[in-house]
T-cell receptor, first 115, second 113 residues
Framework: EAGVTQSPTHLIKTRGQQATLRCSPI?????VYWYQQALGLGLQFLLW???????NRGNFPPRFSGRQFPNYSSELNVNALELEDSALYLC??????????????FGQGTRLTVV | KQEVTQIPAALSVPEGENLVLNCSFT??????LQWFRQDPGKGLTSLLL?????REQTSGRLNASLDKSSGRSTLYIAASQPGDSATYLC????????????FGKGTTLSVSS
């Protein structure tokens, strides 16, 4: 069975541009979580989607947004890119909030570099 | 606000040693705790999941314990090997952040041969 898949693996953008990152969850999982891992800062929670809706977001500006599609895959969009947005972006999936005791699984990440 | 702390931040040991990584969290109202491994520039690999009602979980040379009331977990690695070199992350799941995992900053382990 396929795990969580993310694309692209690497992405290079210029300051001010927009970036779109994609995530496909494990089959049967309805929740998708996005995290940012900047150098030296640890994993910071960005966004949580479940059943097509945004359920919660971390302490990030509105230019970080996304959506979840009917097949539960998800997109993370980062607008007006800043140099500080350079980081590894990780996606995780799990069963929905009615099953909070279940395990979360992560993809391999997208390395975003803003120049 | 739930906060997760991992000690030590870095650890270097010779091959064959048994070692303990520590994780503490401030709010004991958790659903579960997961230990992950991360190789440089890569994603996270789930190692062990401990439910809030459990005291420990074992997988091969790894043993994780949980003391929810004191807000502590330990990851015990037996007979360490160079291939164990990685960053180990502890994360708790609770209603804060809407059941998203809240992470510590990790312990970077280096095992020399």
């Amino acid at each position: 069975e396929a795990g969580v898949t993310q694309s692209p693996t690497h992405l290079i953008k210029t300051r001010g541009q927009q970036a779109t990152l994609r995530c496909s969850p494990i089959s049967g999982h309805t929740s998708v979580y996005w995290y940012q891992q900047a150098l030296g800062l640890g994993l910071q929670f960005l966004l949580w989607y479940d059943e097509g809706e945004e359920r919660n977001r971390g302490n990030f500006p509105p230019r970080f947004s996304g959506r979840q599609f009917p097949n539960y895959s998800s997109e993370l969009n980062v607008n007006a890119l800043e140099l500080e947005d350079s980081a590894l972006y990780l996606c995780a999936s799990s069963f929905g909030p009615s099953r909070p005791n279940t395990e979360a699984f992560f993809g391999q990440g997208t390395r975003l570099t803003v120049v | 606000k739930q906060e997760v702390t991992q000690i030590p931040a870095a650890l270097s040991v010779p091959e064959g040693e048994n070692l303990v990584l520590n994780c503490s969290f401030t709010d004991s109202a958790i659903y579960n705790l997961q230990w992950f491994r991360q190789d440089p520039g890569k994603g996270l690999t789930s190692l062990l999941l401990i439910q809030s009602s459990q005291r420990e979980q074992t997988s091969g040379r790894l043993n994780a314990s949980l003391d929810k009331s004191s807000g502590r977990s330990t990851l015990y690695i037996a007979a360490s090997q160079p291939g164990d070199s990685a960053t180990y992350l502890c994360a708790v799941r609770s209603d804060q952040a809407g059941t998203a995992l809240i992470f510590g900053k990790g312990t970077t382990l280096s095992v020399s041969s």
